[in-house]
Every structure is written in structure tokens, then in C-alpha cells.
């Protein structure tokens, strides 16, 4: 099948969406993170591989906490980062995506790091700049509900940090899958690495339908869903959630899909607890789990730099 | 065109003669830095031969290499390992095969970012000639020339013995 | 002027007529057929061999942005009277705004225009609009185009108004609250790409309310642009206990179903959105027995509004020269014979529409379609006339094209013209 993030060599020179990257490149991507693990732990954390090249962080929606992850990652390969507040300012001025894509390209870009509201807005200008045949990269930074796969990526670095072995795996998902670009991407790279089950638990009203397609075992009650999981992926629950027909109330969500330790407790002894932040306590996650032996969450956030800068020294390659 | 022997030298013995050249130099206790892969195993030979007890560093200059632009990032990139100190102590690089002498060039810039060695030396077991950079090894075996579309490496086999083995690309 | 069209195969379903014989035309009007009319001698002779001659098709749904343009695209599409809808910019309230639009097109002379008067003012849904006056000044109908009446309250009585003066009320069935977050079926794909999803509930709950408010009218009802197979069961149900219920369904829907979106490609998104294979063989199944008719759904899109992420693009594609070829294809890969396939361009529309055209008989208006059902084209910017060139089937190999085509006798598209 026609895949727009690998050239014609099957390399990768977009990252898009973890959708159809064969396992190998994950692999390799993973692989690559774990040797700039070690950069990050230097006195002088900095190499020179993108030295010279402009990465512009194009955030059409806001979000300076993945933009500074970005940012971090681009300034550790000595690439020269621009940060691009575009929010609503460009389409304000009736400026369009792709107006707005050119103007960059006239400024020699090299990468672009991508957040958009709407879903697939990355391939609109992947597609364009194929099209208009500039040689300029594009790495999705979440769009719409479709896809966060740098975040997908940075949770299975976690999960092969503390499991080694994807093989064996029983991993659960839990909270607003619906609205969740996280969710999948991360169920994409569990299925792509071969984890044999993969659970989604939530209330029917943020379950998207057809996910037994996708390879995912639906629950609807925490007890039944977190049994001996080796691995619990909890989501953030939106504020705006709350307050439409999805949910009665912050509290009845808590009570029954919150992850406290009782819960957790029914999960293997080993379990490993991740969020990607930033986590809202007393919703979906008791600060005792947030806190406790089992989350791995800040140690997330230490892989996602290497995993972001292995993304983009990779497809800045291709 | 000058004739390869054949076969091709003894590369342990060429490591064992290599840690005889260095030996004088352990005065100024000096740590070993191997390049990834071919230069990481004779600097672990040299260890054992000079019976020195602390770990060698070993350096993969994937993230320092200057040809990023044409060829992309390399298909295995291992993690650099410096288990010591950098700042103030004379460090030994070993690699392989001294060719055009980007190799080294990136692994001196990717050492300095560990901090300010007090001298850094060159061991290699082969200089191909071919140089591009002002570079030299202070301790070399063989000099070797090879012809246009002959590549030299060396390979550890299962058992751990080092050889040179001929490519022709 | 007289046109003697000779060596043709002549197909009015209506007729029952499917074979090879010439056709005769004088002043406007069908004057023979197969026998030279007494007295008559051709002005003009065409030579149809290897074509297809049928009556001129009749688009139950075309969006005419540009009139000029949108009225040649349809002529060369073979379409001589289309149906237009009426979400125009100001929307079709006014009697004056459809004498306007019906007097431009016939200025024009190319096909003629059947608008369709907008059921409510402004087309939201709250107070009624002139219906009696707009049908005076040529509506056809009356409609809310792709938007709803969403106070069902304003919906009974728009409908027991119309049924006073046995006016027909066509209307799109989709939930206004099921769908109006949703740019896409929902199903796989839309679960996959994270794409807000539109439920077949929006299509099943409006057409569950507005067949039983056109029993308790008696209202003529036609349902437009079905996009699921429960939407098409219910219909037939309400056909089959005899009810006076009509449907059509866009030729894309018939063709195409929601993988078609790809990695969000924006062609694919249409209002209402397209389904999944199974709801796509329903609606194939569906006009291969002729309860639906089919027709263009032609929605021309500038560039601009279909290069952006896909549910920010405008839904809809350029249909009026690909209908023909596309219901040609539908026709091959349902087993549908040709005279049947042609019945739901022209004859089954007249018949919604009550009105005399779509057949050879003589007499009738010489709307007239010659067609070569052989030859291959490819839509491209360049070959498609309508300045909408937003369509899945860019530069894709169809079969049929039309190489002529008379509106009243009057020779309107002439493909050889345009170098086909």
C-alpha cells in the first residue's frame, strides 16, 4: 500500500502517523533513541548532526509543553529551532495552510514539526511539499484525534525499558480513547511490535467504534480490564469532556474509571503505569498511583527527547 | 599496484605488537578510547594486554560524522560510553583502519564534548594512506596500500579472534 | 431546422424503444422516428453510428455556482434539465430570485434549469417561505437543499402547507444533532483516521421522522442523496405499503465508500458521507430496481476549498460530466441492462418530477443525448468544462462520453467541437 512517510527506498522521511511503518523502523527508531539517551546525559548535551539546518515548530494549536520537547530535541542535534506561534493569527488574515507552508519553504526550512487541530493535517502538507518538490521533513506533533506518534514512540521506548520483550505483553488503555490521538498511535505500535493483547477500557460514550479492527479488546469495567496487565496506559481526560452529554461529572468518572492504587492493585505486581501528561489527579489518575513505584511518567518524558531527536535525525537523513 | 600479502597479516598479533609500541606510555596512565565496532575490540585486546583495570570508553561518531547530508543517519547506531573522566587525562584513541581521517576528526569532536583531555594520541593497526584532514597516528603497524574498490576491515569471530578480511565494493 | 439523427441506437425506456433507427427533429419537437416524416427534409444530418441516442439526461441535484459555465458542463454531460437546489448565495426564498434563475438560464439556452424553492427563509428552518409564489415563478419543488428543519414542530407545518397546494417537498435525511460535529461515516475508517464520525442513526432517525409526517400530510415526499443501506430499507418498506415516497441516491455514492478517504484525501468527502461497502451495495442494489434514480449530486469546489485537512474541506465533487460514465459503470458492474440504467437519468426523474420530458416521444421537446458508450476519456482540469474540477475519478479512465446533445432541437454541445 501507498505509505506518504517513506520515500521510494522505504525509508523514512516523514513520520506521520505509526499506521503502516513496518516494525523495523520502530525498531531502528527506538534503537536510535537509546544512543541519544546517553547524549542527553553528557556535560555537553549536544550533537553536531543537524548542525546548520532550520527546524520550524509549526503549532497551529497550542501546546508549549510538546513544543519545549521539540525545541530541546532540535537545539541537542545543534539544529537552529524557530518557533512558530501560528494559532489563529495567519488564518485570521485568511492566509491558508498551505499559503502559510510556502512562505516557509521560501525561508529554507529543513523540518517541520507539526500540531494541528485537524486530523491529517500533516499529510496535507507532506503531500504538498512532494508536490511543490521541496525537500523539506515533516514530523507529526499531534493532529486532531488522528495521531501523536512521537508520544506512541516515546511509550514504547518506555515499555521496552522496563518489559525488554513486547512479546508477552498484555497492555490496557484507558480513559477517552475517542477523542485521543495518543490512544491510536499506541495501539498502531503495540499491535505493529507484536504485543499479543491490547485492551481499551472506558465508558461506551469515549470508545470509538470498530476498534476490535484494530486489534483491541474493548471493557467497560476497570476491574475486568486491568487484570494481570503488565502495562496501564492512562489517558487525560479534557475538561471539555465534562461538561457535554459524555459524562455526568468529574467524580463519577473517577469513581469508576480513575486508576486508584486498588485498582492497580489488580494489575500484575510488576505493572508499569504511563500517562503522557500533563495528568489531571483526582480524574483520571489518585496522585498515589501518579506518585507511586509503578508510574514511569517522568521517566517518559526523559525518553521522549531522545525519542524525538532519533525521529528527526532519522527522517532529516532520508 | 603493490601485492597484498597473502594471507593477510596476523591482526591479534599485530594488537599484541601494537600494546608493546604503547606500553612506555602507561607512565602518564593513560585511558583507551575504542571507535565503534572495529576499534572498540582491539582497545578491549590492548586492555587485557597492558592488564590495565579500568573500562574502556567507546565511541560510536555516528551523531559526529560529516557526511550526514549525502548518506543519512547509519543504519546501527550504538550509544557512546565514556566511563571516566575526559577533563585532564591523556586518552589513547584506537581505531582499525586510518583512511581519510574523518573518522578520527569526529570522534576528537565528540570526546571534547566530554571535556578537555590533557593530550589525545592516535593507535590504529592499518594506515591506508588516503588522507583528507591533517591527521596522523603516533602508533601504527601496517602500511598498506590497497587498490581502487578494495576496502579493508576487520571482523571478530565467534570465538573473539580479530582478522582482516578483504571487501571489494 | 430540421435534424435527422441516422444510424443511431435509439433507447427511450419510457417507450420501451431499443434499437437501431433514425430520429427525427423539427422545430424543437421529436417530428419521427425510424420512418422519414412525411414532407421532412434534414437541415442537418448526424451520423450516430456506434452511438447511443437517448433522451437528454435529467440531473435530480446540481449546484450551478457559476450558471454560465455550470449550465455548458451539463450540456457536455448530456444533461439537458437539471434540478437545482436551493442553497445558492442568497438562498432560493424569493419568487423574484427563481424568476431571475430560471429567465438567466433560458437567456443562456443551453439546459434548462428546474430550481427548487428553498422550504423555509433563508433555509433555517424557522418560518416558511412563499411556496405558492416560488412555484408560480417556476419552482419545482421545495427543499432545504443539505440543511434541516430542525424544529420538527416548523418541519409538520412547512409539510402541511405544501401538501395544501400539492406541492412536492424534497428533503436530505440527516439528524441535524447526529451529524453536525461529523465530517465522515461512522465506521472503520473514520475510527482509524480519527475523524469525527456521522452515525447511519442520522440518516435512519430523519427518514423515520419525515416518512411519518408525510403520512399524516399526505405530502409527496422525495428523500435526496441516500447514503445507507437501513436508510434504503425503510424506504422500500414505506414504497412497498404504499406510501408516495420517492428517493434518489449521487452517483459517487454508488461507486465509492469510505476507504476511499485514504490518508484523508479531501475528494472523498461528501455530504452525506460516504459509507461502507455494505451500505454502497444496498444503494447499487437499490437503483438496479429502480426505487432510487440517480443523479449528479454536481457540487463544483474551488481548489482552495478542498486543499486544507479534510474536515475543514468542503464535501462534494464535480458529477455533471462524470454521471453518465459513472452510471454506465454502475450499470456493467450491477448486470443493469442499458435501456434500464439510462430509465434513472431520464425517464424515473421525470417521473418524480411530474413532468413531460425524458422520453422520444413524438412531440416532445427534442431533448436528445447522443453518447458513445466505447469511448474511453479521462476528467482532467483540462477535459472537464464545469469550473468544479474537485473529483476522486481526476484523470481516471472512464468509458462513455457524450458527442452531442440538443436541447430543443437545438444543437447545445457538440463534442467533436471540443476536440473529443
Not at chain 1, 503505569?273 to 513505584?293: F, K, Q, T, W, Y
Not at chain 3, 427533429?25 to 419521427?32: E, H, M, N, R, W
Not at chain 3, 439510462?342 to 453518447?371: E, K, Q, S
Request: aromatic share 6%; charged share 20%.
Amino acid at each position: 500500500m501507498y505509505n506518504p512517510q517513506l520515500n521510494s527506498n522505504g525509508e523514512l522521511t516523514h513520520l506521520l502517523s505509526i499506521e503502516g511503518l513496518p516494525r523495523d523502523v520502530i525498531v531502528h527508531i527506538l534503537d536510535t533513541a537509546a544512543s541519544f539517551m546517553e547524549v542527553s546525559a553528557r556535560e555537553v548535551k549536544k550533537v553536531p548532526l543537524l548542525r546548520g539546518k532550520s527546524v520550524f515548530n509549526l503549532f497551529f494549536e497550542n501546546s508549549t509543553r510538546t513544543r519545549t520537547t521539540f525545541e530541546i530535541a532540535a537545539k541537542r542535534l545543534s539544529a537552529d529551532v524557530i518557533n512558530l506561534d501560528i494559532g489563529r493569527s495567519s488564518t485570521a488574515k485568511g492566509e491558508t495552510l498551505l499559503d502559510t507552508i510556502d512562505n516557509l519553504c521560501a525561508m529554507h526550512a529543513n523540518l517541520f514539526v507539526v500540531r494541528h487541530a485537524s486530523s491529517g493535517a500533516p499529510y496535507l502538507i507532506a503531500e504538498h511539499l512532494t508536490r511543490v518538490n521541496r525537500d523539506i521533513h515533516v514530523v507529526n506533533a499531534g493532529d486532531g484525534r488522528h495521531a501523536h506518534p512521537t508520544q506512541g514512540l516515546l511509550d514504547m521506548y518506555t515499555i521496552r525499558h522496563y518489559k525488554q520483550d513486547f512479546s508477552n505483553l498484555r497492555v490496557a488503555i484507558v480513559g477517552d480513547i475517542l477523542h485521543s490521538r495518543v490512544a491510536r498511535s499506541d495501539i498502531h505500535a503495540l499491535t505493529t511490535l507484536g504485543v499479543p493483547e491490547v485492551r481499551a477500557i472506558g465508558p461506551q460514550t469515549l470508545l470509538p467504534g470498530h476498534l476490535d479492527k484494530l486489534g483491541v479488546h474493548v471493557y467497560h469495567d476497570m476491574a475486568q480490564g486491568l487484570k494481570d496487565c503488565d502495562v496501564v496506559i492512562m489517558l487525560r481526560l479534557q475538561n471539555e469532556r465534562m461538561t457535554g452529554a459524555l459524562l455526568p461529572s468529574a467524580g463519577e468518572y473517577f469513581r469508576h474509571f480513575g486508576l486508584t492504587p486498588e485498582k492497580l492493585a489488580l494489575a500484575k505486581p510488576d505493572a508499569i503505569v504511563l500517562h503522557p501528561g500533563p495528568m489531571n489527579r483526582g480524574v483520571e489518575i489518585h496522585s498515589a498511583v501518579a506518585d507511586g513505584p509503578h508510574a514511569v511518567i517522568l521517566p517518559q518524558v526523559t525518553f521522549g527527547i531522545a525519542v524525538r531527536m532519533a525521529v528527526m535525525s532519522i527522517v532529516a537523513g532520508n | 599496484m603493490p601485492h597484498l600479502p597473502n594471507p593477510l597479516p596476523d591482526a591479534e598479533a599485530q594488537c599484541r605488537q601494537l600494546a608493546d609500541r604503547i606500553h612506555p606510555e602507561l607512565a602518564k596512565n593513560p585511558a583507551l578510547v575504542g571507535i565503534h565496532s572495529g576499534g572498540a575490540w582491539i582497545a578491549e585486546r590492548l586492555k587485557e594486554l597492558l592488564g590495565l583495570s579500568e573500562d574502556i570508553g567507546l565511541i560510536d561518531v555516528s551523531f559526529y560524522r560529516d557526511d550526514f547530508a549525502e548518506k543519512g543517519l547509519h543504519p546501527q547506531v550504538r550509544p557512546t560510553a565514556i566511563p571516566f573522566d575526559v577533563e585532564g587525562r591523556h586518552l589513547i584513541l584506537v581505531d582499525d583502519v586510518l583512511y581519510t581521517g574523518r573518522t578520527t576528526r569526529a570522534a576528537l569532536n565528540e570526546l571534547f564534548d566530554y571535556g578537555r583531555p590533557a593530550s589525545v594520541q592516535l593507535a590504529v593497526l592499518a594506515d591506508r594512506g588516503g588522507r583528507e584532514l591533517p591527521v596522523a597516528a603516533q602508533y601504527c603497524i601496517w602500511n598498506v596500500e590497497l587498490a581502487e574498490g578494495e576496502n579493508l576491515t576487520l571482523a571478530q569471530a565467534d570465538d573473539g579472534r580479530l582478522a582482516w578480511r578483504l571487501e571489494h565494493v | 431546422m430540421k435534424i435527422a439523427i441516422r444510424n443511431g441506437r435509439l433507447i427511450d425506456s419510457k417507450h420501451g424503444l431499443d434499437h437501431n433507427a433514425d430520429l427525427f427533429i423539427a422545430d424543437g419537437k421529436v417530428a419521427g422516428i425510424g420512418q422519414t416524416p412525411a414532407g421532412f427534409s434534414a437541415d442537418r444530418s448526424i451520423d450516430a453510428a456506434g452511438c447511443i441516442v437517448c433522451p437528454g439526461l435529467i440531473d435530480l441535484g446540481a449546484r450551478l455556482n457559476s450558471i454560465e459555465a455550470e449550465l455548458a458542463a451539463a450540456v457536455a454531460g448530456g444533461v439537458t434539465s437539471v434540478v437545482v437546489p436551493p442553497d445558492l448565495d442568497p438562498p432560493l426564498d424569493e419568487p423574484e430570485l427563481a424568476d431571475r434563475l430560471v429567465h438567466r438560464a433560458a437567456d443562456i439556452g443551453l439546459a434548462r434549469v428546474l430550481p427548487l424553492g428553498a422550504l423555509t427563509i433563508g433555509l433555517k428552518g424557522e418560518r416558511l417561505a412563499e411556496l405558492a409564489g416560488l412555484a408560480k415563478a417556476g419552482c419545482v419543488a421545495f427543499s432545504q437543499a443539505n440543511r434541516q428543519v430542525v424544529d420538527t414542530e416548523a418541519l409538520l407545518r412547512a409539510l402541511e402547507y405544501a401538501a395544501t397546494f400539492g406541492f412536492a417537498v424534497w428533503l436530505q435525511p440527516q439528524d441535524y444533532w447526529l451529524s453536525r460535529n461529523g465530517i465522515a461515516h461512522d465506521g472503520e475508517v473514520a475510527s482509524r483516521l480519527g475523524l469525527a464520525g456521522i452515525p447511519v442513526s442520522a440518516e435512519t432517525v430523519a427518514i423515520a421522522t419525515f416518512l411519518q409526517l408525510a403520512r399524516e400530510t399526505g405530502v409527496h415526499l422525495h428523500l435526496t442523496r441516500l447514503s445507507s443501506a437501513a436508510g434504503m430499507k425503510q424506504v422500500e418498506r414505506a414504497q412497498a405499503e404504499g406510501q408516495r415516497v420517492t428517493c434518489d441516491v449521487g452517483i459517487h455514492h454508488l461507486h465509492l465508500t469510505e476507504n476511499d478517504i485514504g490518508f484523508f484525501n479531501s475528494q472523498a468527502r461528501f455530504d452525506p458521507p460516504l459509507r461502507a461497502q455494505s451500505d454502497r451495495s444496498a444503494l447499487a442494489a437499490a437503483a438496479a430496481a429502480g426505487t432510487a434514480a440517480i443523479c449528479s449530486d454536481h457540487t463544483p469546489v474551488g481548489a482552495d476549498d478542498k486543499l486544507l485537512p479534510f474536515g475543514e474541506a468542503k464535501p462534494g465533487a464535480t458529477g455533471l460530466e462524470v454521471l453518465l460514465p459513472l452510471t454506465l459503470k454502475w450499470a456493467r458492474e450491477s448486470q443493469v441492462g442499458l435501456a434500464d440504467a439510462l430509465a434513472r437519468l431520464t425517464a424515473d426523474p421525470a417521473a418524480i418530477l411530474g413532468i413531460d420530458a425524458g422520453h422520444l416521444g413524438v412531440g416532445a421537446h427534442a431533448d436528445v443525448c447522443i453518447f458513445d458508450p466505447l469511448a474511453d476519456w479521462r476528467p482532467t482540469a483540462e477535459t472537464l468544462v464545469s469550473k468544479g474540477k474537485n473529483t476522486p475519478f481526476l484523470g481516471l479512465e472512464l468509458q462513455g462520453r457524450v458527442r452531442l446533445t440538443l436541447a430543443k432541437g437545438r444543437v447545445v454541445f457538440d463534442g467533436e467541437r471540443r476536440g473529443h
